[in-house]
């Protein structure tokens, strides 16, 4: 191994969407599996500080880690791939780093110079790109770059990436850049000209492409790969084909079949090997060729955009593969599920998994699908908001609390089963003050968190404000709702379940954040093999 830090970067052009994040986390997975210590990083040029106070439309999901950092729901699939846990040095906004040199400016640091743009923007930026690296934890770092070439707010970052290649000198550092090959039907030809002009804006910017990485739903004939090399400065082993694939999970292997891994090792003037996929294929194996099939009811209110979800659907994928089982995840807007078409929405499902969210936007459809579950034994996972909304059906339809409700929806009930945390009642500031990151839960023995997890004392990652109301704990457990995981420290409830119930378990926290393809979430496993066993008793 090398005791300098390589630095990859990947940037993207033509069109945004490519996957970027997908490249970035295959190519570290091919270098991880030869033994390099590998991490990946991702620079998003948008002004929001952190993506915490965007809505899931605008973003997808806000995925947290376990230092409590809410970033790009990318550093997801980088955590997925490489089973290695991000932090808030993973994920860096245009808005932090304003922040940090306003901080700054203002403290007086500059000694009385003008700030600009260049040096003091990209220079924080290249500090940035740099912290992982000078951690000694890394022998290689990724960094990718958000948005697309050209585009005004990306042009500090691309100026970092020249001055750093520069600084860093030959072999130290590289940039993929990511760009689409557009087939034309009406000609049926491959176009190479939009990658010609995004190589071009890049060049403009004084980067050079070393590897172009091209998305395509058709074969790269060699003469394309011949030209694009000539037009574009590139070697054409360094032209890589990316075709569209069947899952993710498929574009390390890809990646493997076209040679990325043993340019980028030549060009970073490291040893190259055979990586040793020998777990990530069991898993492709047992995701591809399932011996069951089941149906999984995901009720919420952004089901129209599957990447406000992408944690939890990916957790199925990992559970599937484990208990060799198709998970068919069927999305239901909560918005329009009421106790006249309850019956038809969800009485098929084998499964159904409440998710998380804010606001009380398709409140009351949540609660009447738990209580569908809850009364016809449907196994029932609930997650943040789920788990809340499973406390308030059960106090009005079971121990009828007709008004049981969260003060998140109705500041004055009668019944606040679920409630503000007394540490947050205080707070005005929306961004980052949420109860965010890995929280202690003890889990008491006689249930079924205690079986799915194996131990009482467990870490998971939490983002909420609200809460199981304390004040009610022991009338809701004497009714027959019992809470089996607390945080030892603050008493807070974190896990509740009904042991009238065949598996019914809803969970404060956001288990599907470390779910990843080398451990599959225990829960999610668990959840999974009930509604299997529940579709078999169908």
Same mark, same amino acid.
């Given at each position: 191994m090398t005791s300098e830090t390589k630095y990859i970067f990947v940037t993207g052009g033509v069109t945004s969407s490519l996957g970027k994040g997908i490249i970035a986390a295959s190519l570290a997975k091919l270098l991880q599996a030869q033994g390099y210590r590998t991490t990946i990083q991702k620079l998003d040029p948008y002004i929001n500080v952190d993506p915490g106070t965007l809505n899931p439309y605008e973003h997808g999901e806000c995925y947290v880690t376990d230092d409590g950092a809410e970033t790009d729901l990318d550093l997801g699939h980088?955590?997925?791939?490489?089973?290695?846990?991000?932090?808030?040095?993973?994920? %860096?906004?245009?808005?932090?780093?304003?922040?940090? %040199?306003?901080?700054?400016?203002?403290?007086?640091?500059?000694?009385?110079?003008?700030v600009q743009v260049i040096p003091h923007i990209t220079d924080e930026i290249k500090h940035r790109i740099q912290i992982l690296g000078n951690s000694g934890d890394y022998d290689i770092v990724i960094t990718e770059i958000g948005g697309t070439v050209g585009?005004?707010?990306s042009l500090p970052y691309i100026e970092a990436v020249r001055q750093l290649k520069w600084d860093l000198g030959d072999n130290n550092a590289l940039v993929i850049h990511?760009?689409?090959?557009?087939?034309?039907?009406?000609?049926?030809e491959l176009k190479t000209k939009p990658t010609q002009h995004s190589v071009k804006t890049l060049m403009e910017s004084g980067v050079q492409a070393d590897i172009l990485v091209c998305r395509t739903e058709h074969e790269l004939p060699s003469d394309l790969k011949r030209k694009l090399a000539l037009f574009c400065n590139v070697r054409e082993e360094a032209i890589i084909q990316s075709i569209d694939a069947s899952t993710i999970y498929d574009v390390p292997n890809m990646m493997l079949d076209e040679g990325l891994d043993k340019v980028v090792l030549k060009k970073l003037a490291l040893n190259s090997d055979v990586p040793d996929l020998t777990r990530w294929n069991e898993f492709l194996k047992r995701h591809k060729n399932p011996k069951s099939e089941i149906t999984i009811g995901?009720?919420?209110?952004?089901?129209?955009?599957q990447d406000s979800y992408k944690s939890i659907l990916e957790a199925f994928i990992h559970a599937g593969a484990e208990n060799e089982v198709k998970v068919n995840v069927e999305s239901v807007h909560s918005e329009y599920l009421n106790a006249d078409n309850i019956k038809m929405k969800l009485s098929h499902l084998d499964g159904v998994l409440v998710a998380p969210g804010f606001g009380e936007r398709g409140i009351e459809g949540k609660i009447t699908a738990i209580k569908y579950v809850r009364e016809n034994n449907i196994p029932f996972l609930?997650?943040?908001?789920?788990?809340?909304?499973?406390?308030?059906?059960?106090?009005?339809n079971v121990m009828e609390l007709a008004d049981a409700n969260s003060t998140e929806m109705d500041p004055k009930t009668t019944n606040p089963v679920i409630d503000i945390m007394e540490d947050q009642k205080t707070i005005t500031d929306m961004g980052g003050t949420m109860r965010l990151g890995?929280?202690?839960?003890?889990?008491?023995?006689?249930?079924?968190?205690?079986?799915?997890?194996q131990s009482q004392d467990i870490k998971e990652r939490h983002?909420?404000?609200?809460?199981?109301?304390?004040?009610?704990?022991?009338?809701?457990e004497a009714a027959g709702l019992k809470a089996t995981g607390y945080n030892p420290e603050t008493k807070l409830v974190e896990i509740i379940e009904n042991p009238s119930h065949p598996w019914f378990v809803g969970v404060q926290y956001h288990p599907e954040y470390k779910s990843t393809v080398a451990n599959p979430h225990?829960?999610?496993?668990?959840? %999974?093999?009930?509604?299997?066993?529940?579709?078999k008793k169908k």
């Open positions: 980088y955590e997925r791939f490489l089973n290695v846990p991000t932090s808030q040095a993973n994920n %860096v906004t245009t808005g932090r780093i304003y922040q940090s %040199v306003i901080n700054r400016e203002r403290k007086g640091e500059f000694l009385g110079k003008t585009d005004i707010e990511l760009t689409l090959i557009p087939y034309l039907t009406a000609a049926g995901l009720i919420g209110k952004y089901v129209e955009l609930g997650i943040c908001l789920g788990m809340q909304m499973a406390v308030i059906e059960f106090c009005r890995a929280w202690d839960c003890h889990i008491e023995k006689e249930s079924i968190a205690y079986k799915v997890y983002r909420h404000r609200y809460e199981f109301n304390s004040n009610f704990k022991d009338q809701v225990p829960l999610f496993v668990a959840f %999974v093999k009930a509604s299997l066993k529940h579709s």
